[in-house]
Nanobody, 122 residues
Framework: QVQLVESGGGLVQAGGSLRLSCAASGRTFSTYAMAWCRQAPGKEREFVAAINWSGGSKYYGDSVKGRFTISRDKAKNTVYLQMNSLKPEDTAVYYC???????????????WGQGTQVTVSS
């Protein structure tokens, strides 16, 4: 069993930065691939970024490539999403997810966090 708790969301102006954190519980955290997805009001959930169990492979959605960076700290059981050059269209609830399989999708993960709101003002 893995429990995920996101933090770090908030209100930021366009062009600014935020770093989201996802704290995981469970001794098997290090064996899971991790991902971030987001969902804006009235839109489908969208894949943002994924990282494999070792941290050696990362994958990004087209809309965030070059601006967002995913990383993980196994010692802290935490995954991060560094978001730079934020745009109003990045406004959404951001969810952390975990799965035994490393892939770039927006559904089907074994575990989900409760989400954290990110709002980017123009």
């Amino acid at each position: 069993q893995v429990q995920l708790v996101e933090s770090g969301g908030g209100l930021v102006q366009a062009g600014g930065s935020l770093r989201l954190s996802c704290a995981a519980s469970g001794r098997t955290f290090s064996t899971y691939a991790m991902a971030w997805c987001r969902q804006a009001p009235g839109k489908e959930r969208e894949f943002v970024a994924a990282i494999n169990w070792s941290g050696g492979s990362k994958y990004y959605g087209d809309s965030v490539k070059g601006r967002f960076t995913i990383s993980r700290d196994k010692a802290k059981n935490t995954v991060y999403l560094q978001m730079n050059s934020l745009k109003p269209e990045d406004t959404a609830v951001y969810y952390c997810a975990a799965d035994t399989i490393y892939y770039g999708g927006s559904t089907g993960y074994d575990y989900w966090g409760q989400g954290t709101q990110v709002t980017v003002s123009s």
